[in-house]
């Protein structure tokens, strides 16, 4: 199993220096993850004020208890990124984000990286930032080799953060926000907004399946005189029922849940105006959605209150 994985790792890898618009490296997932047909979607609004001399550069709100697929909607009670059909397929354990405690599941998972978590013997933290990412998921992406401001934040400078680049299955440690690798007119931002696979064509999936936002720069407010106003608009976030969970890592956020609550993070990047030696900073929250099997109680809300610096990344 290993061989395999490594010998398409290569492939891929090669195939992401070389040609990354030909080759659709692909999911080779063996179980049909689906455990929910539809989802009871919510909708919300929020607004964030950008300081004076930056600018929006990305936002992001994602379900980390949710994966679209093909197949219709599967759940991720740890939010690790794999579905617990993909945990049970695979052998890892779906109520832990790290099975083999060190390296994130879907990390350990992911073709690209090819990295057996079992044999991960290098010393790490395991406290997980406000990302959910920690300093082995760091070395186990190999994206601290280049020791720079905003390593396993946005290694790249892509605009999507290294968290999400695992989720959609992107490359953290390759600018390709606007690749298309899937040839489904989405580039990785959007299917970053989506929540789709950068490897697994829209067309595939139900649209009732995916986020929908808008982001709108209103034009002034009392309470952001001086920077960039914006109002996000969630016109549909998929939410699932789903097992309680309790996440026994140390984390600046907890990704711990209740039975049927759903763990949503938002992701805002900004950056400087004007070229200066100033970095992007990043905001990031999480908050608790309850799927409503009656489908009745579909708003909430979130606020820039919520949303706290999760670090800085490099120009
Ligand atoms: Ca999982
Ligand atoms: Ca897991
Ligand atoms: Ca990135
Ligand atoms: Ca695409």
């Not at 609004?45 to 994602?62: A, R």
């Not at 978590?117 to 990412?133: H, N, V, Y």
């Not at 034009?219 to 969630?234: H, K, N, R």
């Not at 956020?253 to 039975?259: L, R, V």
Request: proline letters at 4%; hydrophobic letters at 35%.
């Amino acid at each position: 199993m290993i061989s395999r994985k490594l010998k398409i790792f290569w492939g891929c890898a090669a195939a992401a220096v070389l040609t990354l618009a030909f080759q659709n490296c692909g999911n080779i997932k063996v179980a049909n993850p689906v455990e929910v047909m539809a989802s009871n979607a919510k909708t919300g609004i929020g607004y964030f004020c950008v300081p004076s001399g930056y600018t929006l550069e990305t936002f992001f709100i994602t379900n980390l208890n949710v994966k679209s697929s093909k197949y219709g909607l599967a759940i991720d009670t740890d939010g690790d990124g794999l579905s617990d059909a993909e945990e049970d397929s695979a052998g890892y354990d779906k109520m832990k984000r790290r099975s083999a405690d060190k390296v994130l599941d879907s990390i350990c998972e992911d073709l690209n990286y090819g990295v057996d978590c079992e044999k991960f013997t290098l010393s790490c933290d395991p406290a997980q930032s406000e990302f959910g990412i920690n300093e082995c998921d760091k070395m186990a992406l190999n994206v601290t080799m280049n020791i720079q401001t905003g390593a396993g934040i946005d290694s790249d400078k892509d605009g999507i953060p290294d968290i999400l680049e695992v989720r959609i299955n992107s490359f953290p440690n390759l600018s390709d926000s606007t690749n298309d690798l899937d040839f489904d007119l989405a580039n990785n931002i959007t299917e970053a907004e989506l929540g789709s696979s950068s490897r697994l064509s829209n067309k595939e999936i139900d649209p009732r399946n995916l986020v929908q936002i808008t982001k709108t720069k209103l034009t002034s407010s009392p309470s952001c005189p001086s920077g960039e106003y914006w109002q996000f608009t969630v016109e549909n976030l998929p939410t699932v029922p789903v097992n309680a969970f309790l996440d026994d890592q140390l984390s600046a956020f907890s990704f711990s849940h209740a039975e049927n609550e759903n763990v949503v993070q938002t992701f805002v990047k900004i950056k400087p105006v004007s070229s200066t030696s100033a970095n992007a900073k990043t905001f990031s929250s999480v908050q608790l959605v309850t799927y409503d099997r009656n489908d009745v109680d579909k708003s909430f809300i979130f606020d820039q209150a919520q949303l706290v610096p999760s670090g800085e990344v490099g120009q």
